[in-house]
Each structure stands twice: as structure tokens, then as C-alpha cells.
T-cell receptor
């Protein structure tokens, strides 16, 4: 059974600091997604990682994938308050449209 | 405007009263899904569809039904709602061969 774990579940950080969110999954998967959810809002796609060693960057967020370790990371550089949100990773096997989500990481960036 | 719409956005109902949450997308996407979001559990997929008349169970299908008679619509049916189905529900769609998923605004359901 495919399981997805995120760490940490809650992250409080100061503006300007760097930090990393981790996403581990239990069995081989074909794609890994990162999403952002603002309070009371829907989900927004951030990144999709397709292969081992894939790295994607958008602004202060950088996502990477290590398929051998079954690990993806979402690195936050020089955090700003606008990044405060809940971040989810999700994995998909095959072209099935069947996604398994992690429990999410609530990020709070303090001034 | 390209979008996924859900109706209703908020619903309070009583145990056992059948209800349907509609989902519609105007992007001609093949893939559609329903998720529920509960605190501490993230999102869990209820049902998904890869095209018209092609649906399959996700991780938590018990107590739910879906249909995909038209490409644009993917309604979620609760035949006999129970309090444990109180949740925030999201519909999503994406085109076949693409990886970007578009989520609807969500439906907050309370079953008393």
C-alpha cells in the first residue's frame, strides 16, 4: 500500500530564514506533486517532479526528487510572510489519476 | 474563464437525507476526481474518473457514488449521509497527458 508522510506537520519560521519540508513515500511512484493551500481556499499546483534528480524552482521555493530514497524536498529560501500556507505533497503511480496525498505541512512565517 | 465549479459551496443536512454535490469543468479535461479533506488527514481520494463512463474507487469510497455520463460533469452522490461524512470536499480535473490538476473551490458539508 502506498503511503505518503510529510515532515514536519507544523513549521513556524522567521522571515529571512531557510527551511526544508520533507515528503517520504513508501513504494515506487511515477510522479510527485507539490501543492499549496491558503487558509479557506482551494489547492494550487506548485510543482510536478517526473524523474530521479528532478529539480524545479519558482521564486523562493525549490522542489527536488530522489526516487531511490523515495524522498522529495521542498526548500524555502529566505522566507517571507506571503509563503504562509499549508503545503501538500502527493504521489501518483502510472497514468491512473489516482493520487495519494501527504497530511500537509502548515507553514507560518513570522515577521 | 477556465474553471472547475462545485455546488453547493456549503451544505448542512441531516443523517440519511440523500444529497448530490455537483462538479463541472469547462476545459474538456478527461480526468476528474473527488477528494475529502479532514484535519490531520490531508486529502484523501474518494473516486476518480479517466473519461466518460470510466470511474474507479479511490482510498475512501464507502458511502459515496459517482457517475460520469458527460465529460464536463462528475457529481458526487451521498445516498444516506452520516456524520462521519462531515468534511470539506474538493473536485479536481486535469487533461490526459498533462500533470497540472485544477481544483474546484470546495464544498463544506456538515451532516448532523
Amino acid at each position: 500500500e502506498l503511503k505518503v508522510e510529510q515532515n514536519p506537520l507544523f513549521l513556524s519560521m522567521q522571515e529571512g530564514k531557510n527551511y526544508t519540508i520533507y515528503c517520504n513515500y513508501s513504494t515506487t511512484s511515477d510522479r510527485l506533486y507539490w501543492y499549496r493551500q491558503d487558509p479557506g481556499k482551494s489547492l494550487e499546483s506548485l510543482f510536478v517532479l517526473l524523474s530521479n534528480g528532478a529539480v524545479k524552482q519558482e521564486g523562493r521555493l525549490m522542489a527536488s526528487l530522489d526516487t531511490k530514497a523515495r524522498l522529495s524536498t521542498l526548500h524555502i529560501t529566505a522566507a517571507v510572510h506571503d509563503l504562509s500556507a499549508t503545503y501538500f505533497c502527493a504521489v501518483e503511480r502510472g497514468a491512473t489519476n489516482k493520487l495519494i496525498f501527504g497530511t500537509g505541512t502548515l507553514l507560518a512565517v513570522q515577521p | 474563464e477556465a474553471q472547475v465549479t462545485q455546488n453547493p459551496r456549503y451544505l448542512i443536512t441531516v443523517t440519511g437525507k440523500k444529497l448530490t454535490v455537483t462538479c463541472s469543468q469547462n476545459m474538456n479535461h478527461e480526468y476528474m476526481s473527488w477528494y475529502r479533506q479532514d484535519p490531520g488527514l490531508g486529502l484523501r481520494q474518494i473516486y476518480y474518473s479517466m473519461n466518460v463512463e470510466v470511474t474507479d474507487k479511490g482510498d475512501v469510497p464507502e458511502g459515496y457514488k459517482v457517475s460520469r455520463k458527460e465529460k464536463r460533469n462528475f457529481p458526487l452522490i451521498l445516498e444516506s449521509p452520516s456524520p462521519n461524512q462531515t468534511s470539506l470536499y474538493f473536485c479536481a480535473s486535469r487533461p490526459q497527458g498533462s500533470y497540472e490538476q485544477y481544483f474546484g473551490p470546495g464544498t463544506r458539508l456538515t451532516v448532523t
